[in-house]
């Protein structure tokens, strides 16, 4: 099998495996994968294709992975690394669902689960900042266009946060807008 689908296996293997907190806290992980690590993809493309998947139904990191997989090495690419992004926890949630549903209740469980949720937020955090930096800072944007791109931004987070507008209607209201102004 050639080298590249093996490197897209193991790549989203380790992001299958290190990638605690759900599809959005993975997302960080596949970007050094396939934008630091590999050189897949630059970032510009990687926000691209995030934004593209994040329109789709679907766990956003599972849908990456095929995206990836298929750009990188076709339908054998998608495959592998679909297979590798979601066997983990296929296998490692049976596993814990025997387990946790015995141990759920214990004070000492419950503590553990109740410190990782804020881990995520900054995962989160961090995935928005490391996403929206060439996207609103980047090389060759202007003045004028950075402002826009700000407010594009703003205004999607208030749409999502405070109106309840599903994220896959401001993404095709976005996309329009750049029809229309870019």
């Not at 025997?98 to 804020?118: F, N, W």
Request: a positive charge; hydrophobic letters at 55%.
């Amino acid at each position: 099998m050639d080298r590249t689908l093996w490197l897209l296996f193991f790549s989203f293997l380790k992001v299958g495996l290190l990638g605690y907190g759900g599809g959005p806290a993975s997302i960080p992980l596949v970007e050094k994968e396939v934008v630091e690590v590999h050189h897949w993809m630059e970032e510009t493309e990687f926000a691209d294709s995030l934004a593209m998947g994040n329109a789709l139904p679907g766990p956003i990191a599972v849908k990456m992975s095929v995206y990836v997989g298929y750009r990188v090495g076709g339908v054998p690419g998608a495959v592998l690394a679909l297979l590798g992004m979601i066997g983990p926890g296929i296998l490692l949630m049976a596993l814990f669902s025997l387990i946790y549903l015995k141990v759920k209740d214990h004070p000492k469980v419950m503590a553990a689960m109740k410190a990782a949720r804020p881990a995520v937020v900054g995962l989160l955090l961090w995935t928005a900042y490391d996403l929206g930096k060439p996207i609103l800072l980047g090389a060759g944007t202007s003045l004028r266009s950075s402002w826009s791109l700000w407010l594009l931004a703003a205004a999607s987070f208030v749409a999502t946060t405070f109106f309840n507008i599903h994220p896959a209607l401001v993404i095709v209201i976005a996309a329009g807008i750049g029809l229309l102004v870019y």
